[in-house]
């Protein structure tokens, strides 16, 4: 099973509009705390592809530890809501508009992904403590 690594780039606590001439001890070190800080998070991404009503290469059931960061990414030909059960989260997906679901594995336990419209089992999330 291919799963693919991505790196998400948050940008936090950007100091806009930061004096930088002629400014006291005390502002430089009120604007060095303020500096940008860069936080990398990586997400596991988990890609689904459903064509014809079903999904290709067949349902998977993908295993992740609790506390983990995922980005699912639902495609399909046809419109349908994807909904992640237990975590009761849904997107719309529509052929050429994938559905992208970040998700964090917060709870623990087996969890069906389904195209709620078709009542399509599409994923299995496996959530270990
Ligand atoms: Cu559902």
Same mark, same amino acid.
Do not use: Q
């Given at each position: 099973?291919?799963?693919?690594?991505?790196?998400?780039?948050?940008?936090?606590? =950007?100091?806009?509009?930061?004096?930088?001439?002629?400014?006291?001890?005390? +502002? +430089?070190?009120?604007?060095? +705390?303020?500096?940008?800080?860069?936080?990398?998070?990586?997400? =596991?991404?988990?890609?689904?592809?459903?064509?014809?009503?079903?999904?290709?290469?067949?349902?998977?059931?993908?295993?992740?530890?609790?506390?983990?960061?995922?980005?699912?990414?639902?495609?399909?030909?046809?419109?349908?809501?994807?909904?992640?059960?237990?975590?009761?989260?849904? =997107?719309?997906?529509?052929?050429?508009?994938?559905?992208?679901?970040?998700?964090?594995?917060?709870?623990?336990?087996?969890?069906?992904?389904?195209?709620?419209?078709?009542?399509?089992?599409?994923?299995?999330?496996?959530?270990?403590?």
């Amino acid at each position: 099973v291919a799963l693919l690594v991505v790196l998400f780039l948050v940008l936090r606590g =950007r100091g806009d509009g930061e004096p930088t001439a002629g400014t006291t001890a005390r +502002t +430089t070190a009120a604007a060095t +705390t303020a500096a940008p800080t860069v936080v990398i998070e990586v997400a =596991r991404r988990v890609e689904v592809d459903v064509r014809g009503g079903r999904v290709a290469g067949g349902v998977r059931t993908v295993e992740v530890e609790k506390g983990e960061r995922l980005l699912v990414v639902v495609r399909a030909d046809v419109s349908d809501e994807v909904h992640v059960h237990g975590y009761d989260v849904s =997107r719309v997906v529509a052929p050429g508009t994938p559905a992208r679901i970040p998700l964090r594995a917060t709870i623990a336990g087996r969890f069906e992904v389904e195209l709620e419209d078709r009542k399509l089992r599409i994923l299995e999330l496996e959530v270990r403590p």
